[in-house]
């Protein structure tokens, strides 16, 4: 599990960007509606004024009674109130609004209370897909007007975030490219899921970009640990079971004779190791782990040094040497630059590699 936030004030930018353009989306977006004409198979497209204005129509239109509608409308009322809290919501924010929400509507025993539920479901989680899905409205002024025409909002924020890797796993690549004939991008996780709390569906904390592993793994489940307020305290570890001799000191070690696991996991680590299958995802890495064993056994100590030092001029650093054989962005900064670079560090600190 990789820390998202090396960057505190760029990240707290993004939200606000993120939070900018979800309020004009609301409020300048015309927005529209199909219906069918009678006995014809074309439909008739019904436009609103604002993206408000559509979910004002969805509320009328729905089969509630007065008091199940009213009691939507209340929560929604209480999201436009509150949008940039919501939006903008951080870590005990957010747990707030979601055990709120649990209390007063999703576990409510009064009869509107299921109903609002569900019709408040439909409505925001219908709001994350049409967002994520349009252009960005970009104000004159702004630099990325140009550099980024027509580019759905998913796209435009992920670029900017520029996470390279999936930060539930750290074990593939997760860039972002949208042009004509490439369009890549990570997966939006919801932290906190958008059927638990549909008002938190667009909340910029809650929305964690992801590896479509992940993503589907974790699906609707809960876990302990959101990457952009903390990482993993925990560290990669490889045992060798019934065996208590230095790693290095095994010569006949074979990958099927590793185990990878996670020293001492806090109760919240656990939560996203067994939600997110990442005990199992990291079996399946021991022949890397016995690569950087068998590294270990050449470039270490003395041999290290040896090779530092023939290396030694004015184009190579002894930490350029030390990257050249165990690779870049072994910093806990660098990690989400780099699949598997956790499992690196760590093994390397484990071998006493530094």
Same mark, same amino acid.
């Given at each position: 599990?990789?820390?998202? &936030?090396? &960057? @505190?004030?760029?990240?707290?930018? +993004? /939200?606000?960007?993120?939070?900018?353009?979800?309020?004009?989306? +609301?409020?300048? $977006?015309?927005?529209?509606?199909?219906?069918?004409?009678?006995?014809?198979?074309?439909?008739?497209?019904? =436009?609103?004024?604002?993206?408000?204005? *559509?979910?004002?129509?969805?509320?009328?239109?729905?089969?509630?009674?007065? &008091?199940?509608? /009213?009691?939507?409308?209340?929560?929604?009322?209480? !999201?436009?109130?509150?949008?940039?809290?919501?939006?903008?919501?951080?870590?005990?924010?957010?747990? =707030?609004?979601?055990?709120?929400?649990?209390?007063?509507?999703?576990?409510?025993?009064? @009869?509107?209370?299921?109903?609002?539920?569900?019709?408040?479901?439909? %409505?925001?989680? /219908?709001?994350?897909?049409?967002?994520?899905?349009?252009?960005?409205?970009?104000? *004159?002024?702004?630099?990325?007007?140009?550099?980024?025409?027509?580019?759905?909002?998913?796209?435009? !924020?992920?670029?900017?975030?520029?996470? $390279?890797?999936?930060?539930?796993?750290?074990?593939?690549?997760?860039?972002?490219?949208?042009?004509?004939?490439?369009?890549?991008?990570?997966?939006?996780?919801?932290?906190?899921?958008?059927?638990?709390?549909?008002?938190?569906?667009?909340?910029?904390?809650?929305?964690?970009?992801?590896?479509?592993?992940?993503?589907?793994?974790?699906?609707?489940?809960?876990?302990?640990?959101? @990457?952009?307020?903390?990482?993993?305290?925990?560290?990669?570890? %490889?045992?060798?079971?019934?065996?208590?001799?230095?790693?290095?000191?095994?010569?006949?070690?074979?990958?099927?004779?590793?185990?990878?696991?996670?020293?001492?996991?806090?109760?919240?680590?656990?939560?996203? %190791?067994?939600?997110?299958? +990442?005990?199992?995802?990291?079996?399946?890495?021991?022949?890397?782990?016995?690569?950087?064993?068998?590294?270990?056994?050449?470039?270490?100590?003395?041999?290290?040094?040896?090779? /530092?030092?023939?290396?030694?001029? =004015?184009?190579?650093?002894?930490?350029?040497?030390?990257? !050249?054989?165990?690779? *870049?962005?072994?910093?806990?900064?660098?990690?989400?630059?780099?699949?598997?670079?956790?499992?690196? *560090?760590?093994?390397?600190?484990?071998?006493?590699?530094?």
């Amino acid at each position: 599990m990789i820390y998202i &936030n090396n &960057n @505190p004030e760029r990240l707290h930018q +993004l /939200a606000d960007n993120w939070c900018s353009k979800l309020r004009k989306f +609301l409020t300048e $977006r015309k927005c529209y509606r199909s219906i069918k004409i009678t006995g014809s198979k074309k439909k008739k497209r019904i =436009a609103f004024v604002n993206y408000q204005d *559509k979910i004002e129509d969805i509320i009328k239109r729905s089969k509630l009674t007065a &008091n199940e509608k /009213a009691k939507c409308r209340s929560r929604i009322y209480d !999201f436009y109130a509150q949008l940039d809290q919501y939006v903008l919501a951080e870590e005990d924010q957010l747990k =707030a609004f979601h055990d709120e929400y649990k209390i007063s509507v999703r576990e409510n025993s009064a @009869p509107e209370c299921a109903k609002a539920h569900a019709l408040l479901s439909k %409505i925001f989680i /219908a709001l994350y897909e049409d967002f994520t899905k349009s252009i960005p409205i970009f104000d *004159k002024d702004d630099v990325d007007r140009k550099k980024y025409p027509k580019i759905p909002i998913a796209y435009y !924020f992920f670029d900017k975030l520029n996470v $390279r890797t999936c930060p539930y796993c750290n074990r593939g690549y997760t860039f972002t490219k949208y042009e004509k004939g490439c369009n890549t991008r990570p997966e939006y996780d919801h932290f906190y899921d958008k059927a638990d709390n549909p008002l938190l569906a667009v909340s910029f904390y809650n929305l964690v970009p992801s590896c479509h592993t992940c993503n589907h793994q974790k699906s609707t489940k809960q876990i302990g640990v959101n @990457p952009y307020f903390k990482g993993f305290k925990s560290s990669f570890k %490889i045992t060798i079971p019934g065996r208590h001799l230095p790693l290095l000191a095994e010569q006949q070690l074979t990958p099927e004779q590793i185990h990878i696991g996670f020293d001492r996991p806090t109760a919240e680590e656990q939560l996203n %190791i067994e939600n997110l299958g +990442l005990g199992d995802l990291y079996k399946m890495h021991a022949d890397y782990a016995m690569e950087l064993i068998e590294k270990a056994r050449i470039y270490r100590g003395p041999m290290m040094e040896d090779l /530092a030092s023939t290396f030694q001029t =004015a184009e190579y650093t002894p930490q350029q040497v030390y990257e !050249f054989v165990w690779g *870049k962005n072994l910093e806990d900064a660098n990690h989400i630059n780099r699949p598997l670079s956790k499992l690196t *560090k760590d093994i390397l600190d484990q071998l006493d590699i530094h």
